[in-house]
């Protein structure tokens, strides 16, 4: 028995969450529903039943989105649920420590390590071997593809580092940079920090930090997410604010406190902002914006609108941009299908769901899409891609940092 699951119990199975849950919606399966899938996990924890294929698909085919946490009106704590969930379950499978195992330990653990396979990243696109692997069918041969298909082009940017602002406030913002950002979002991280720097405040570099550890804890993996998490207490232990612009990073930096029980952990969760909540909060009018007239419309990542729940931010940011136009993409309520790499390990499902999303952009005069979790925009970027659809797919601040005034 796993105490974590008792919660359970509070389930009242009043199936209000049902049309709440993209799976559910999709397949219709009680079993592919939050009341179906925690009536699993309680038959698991009591022993009636076992983990076997059937009840483990049912349990890693959800999306661990939480819309049905957010609307339960018995307050069911879903998303630890599911996360105990993964862990009995992970429990039961053996452990091999294999060569891309260790390699995606390194990954998120160590900058250098990042930063390194950025550069391989960028001699594979530049040199050709990009092109000339793809035609080769190689990747396919090695199961590659559709994570290769995902990878962005890594495009140079204008975005410079703030040099025209001098730090004028006390406190020390350090930018919370995440692994799967710092290897494909350097714009959003540049403008992330130009922002920062153009209200007033010196932007920390908290070099010993790592990924949140939020890939392991949703697949079952607690003591490397414990681990993950303990260095990044360490890390930003000196800042006054901790700000983050990956929305999913930002939901699992506010639960350290339900995984590491201390003053440290609360500190951490208390001084954290998404990026564009701490740029409202401290905004001021003397920075200037340069008129944008485009059709942007905003996806809300479900990190932002279920966890952290301000998913009204990013909005609000835009439309400080005169002349920009700025809408809600229709079905915001309903994840995108990306979830982590979800999107990797259940490419049916995610890819149903960005269908949805494609038919909305398709159906409104858009020509921008703008997105605060890099998972999203990797998984979104890519559906536009494969309908030949010459729609960028942005974070919110890269927007407005571009139309900073007096940067370029
Ligand atoms: S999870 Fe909440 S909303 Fe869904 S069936 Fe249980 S009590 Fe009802
Ligand atoms: S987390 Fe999302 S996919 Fe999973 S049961 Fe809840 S609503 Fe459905």
Redesign the pocket.
């Given at each position: 028995m796993d105490k974590a699951l008792d919660a359970t119990d509070?389930?009242?199975?009043?199936?209000?969450?049902?049309p709440h849950c993209p799976t559910y919606m999709k397949t219709g399966n009680e079993a592919e529903s939050?009341?179906g899938r925690?009536a699993l996990m309680q038959a698991l924890n009591n022993g009636q039943l076992g983990p076997d294929e059937n009840l483990t698909g049912h349990i890693e085919s959800c999306l661990q989105c939480r819309a049905?946490e957010a609307?339960?009106?018995?307050l069911?704590p879903?998303g630890e649920l599911i996360d105990a969930a993964h862990a009995l379950l992970q429990s039961n499978n053996k452990q091999h420590l294999r060569l891309a195992e260790l390699f995606r330990r390194a990954f998120l653990k160590h900058r250098v390590v990042r930063q390194l396979s950025g550069l391989l990243l960028i001699g594979y696109q530049r040199s050709g071997l990009q092109t000339l692997t793809r035609k080769s069918g190689a990747l396919e041969l090695l199961g590659l593809a559709r994570a290769e298909s995902i990878i962005p082009r890594q495009r140079r940017f204008r975005l410079e580092a703030g040099a025209n602002h001098r730090p004028h406030k006390s406190q020390s913002v350090a930018l919370f940079t995440g692994c799967v950002a710092e290897l494909f979002e350097h714009e959003t991280l540049a403008a992330s920090r130009l922002l920062i720097s153009a209200l007033g405040y010196s932007v920390a570099n908290a070099e010993h930090q790592c990924c949140c550890g939020a890939l392991d804890l949703h697949a079952g993996r607690s003591p490397q997410a414990l681990t993950l998490m303990q260095r990044n207490i360490e890390a930003f232990a000196e800042s006054d604010f901790v700000v983050s612009s990956a929305s999913g990073c930002g939901a699992m930096l506010l639960e350290y406190p339900d995984h590491i029980d201390n003053s440290e952990s609360r500190t951490l969760a208390h001084k954290h902002f998404d990026i564009s909540t701490f740029l409202l909060d401290h905004w001021n009018d003397d920075v200037q914006l340069e008129p944008l007239y485009r059709h942007v419309a905003v996806h809300s990542p479900c990190s932002l609108r279920n966890v952290l729940k301000c998913s009204q931010q990013p909005f609000e940011l835009l439309q400080k941009i005169p002349g920009i136009d700025v809408v809600e993409l229709p079905g915001n309520e309903l994840c995108c299908g990306a979830a982590g790499n979800y999107m990797m390990t259940h490419p049916e499902m995610a890819d149903s769901l960005l269908q949805d999303k494609l038919e909305h952009i398709k159906e409104h005069d858009i020509d921008t899409l703008v997105s605060s979790n890099i998972g999203c925009a990797l998984h979104l970027q890519a559906g536009l891609r494969r309908e030949g659809l010459d729609i960028e797919v942005v974070h919110p601040v890269t927007m407005l940092a571009r139309q900073l005034k007096g940067n370029f």
């Amino acid at each position: 028995m796993d105490k974590a699951l008792d919660a359970t119990d509070r389930c009242v199975m009043c199936g209000m969450c049902l049309p709440h849950c993209p799976t559910y919606m999709k397949t219709g399966n009680e079993a592919e529903s939050p009341r179906g899938r925690i009536a699993l996990m309680q038959a698991l924890n009591n022993g009636q039943l076992g983990p076997d294929e059937n009840l483990t698909g049912h349990i890693e085919s959800c999306l661990q989105c939480r819309a049905c946490e957010a609307m339960c009106p018995a307050l069911v704590p879903y998303g630890e649920l599911i996360d105990a969930a993964h862990a009995l379950l992970q429990s039961n499978n053996k452990q091999h420590l294999r060569l891309a195992e260790l390699f995606r330990r390194a990954f998120l653990k160590h900058r250098v390590v990042r930063q390194l396979s950025g550069l391989l990243l960028i001699g594979y696109q530049r040199s050709g071997l990009q092109t000339l692997t793809r035609k080769s069918g190689a990747l396919e041969l090695l199961g590659l593809a559709r994570a290769e298909s995902i990878i962005p082009r890594q495009r140079r940017f204008r975005l410079e580092a703030g040099a025209n602002h001098r730090p004028h406030k006390s406190q020390s913002v350090a930018l919370f940079t995440g692994c799967v950002a710092e290897l494909f979002e350097h714009e959003t991280l540049a403008a992330s920090r130009l922002l920062i720097s153009a209200l007033g405040y010196s932007v920390a570099n908290a070099e010993h930090q790592c990924c949140c550890g939020a890939l392991d804890l949703h697949a079952g993996r607690s003591p490397q997410a414990l681990t993950l998490m303990q260095r990044n207490i360490e890390a930003f232990a000196e800042s006054d604010f901790v700000v983050s612009s990956a929305s999913g990073c930002g939901a699992m930096l506010l639960e350290y406190p339900d995984h590491i029980d201390n003053s440290e952990s609360r500190t951490l969760a208390h001084k954290h902002f998404d990026i564009s909540t701490f740029l409202l909060d401290h905004w001021n009018d003397d920075v200037q914006l340069e008129p944008l007239y485009r059709h942007v419309a905003v996806h809300s990542p479900c990190s932002l609108r279920n966890v952290l729940k301000c998913s009204q931010q990013p909005f609000e940011l835009l439309q400080k941009i005169p002349g920009i136009d700025v809408v809600e993409l229709p079905g915001n309520e309903l994840c995108c299908g990306a979830a982590g790499n979800y999107m990797m390990t259940h490419p049916e499902m995610a890819d149903s769901l960005l269908q949805d999303k494609l038919e909305h952009i398709k159906e409104h005069d858009i020509d921008t899409l703008v997105s605060s979790n890099i998972g999203c925009a990797l998984h979104l970027q890519a559906g536009l891609r494969r309908e030949g659809l010459d729609i960028e797919v942005v974070h919110p601040v890269t927007m407005l940092a571009r139309q900073l005034k007096g940067n370029f």
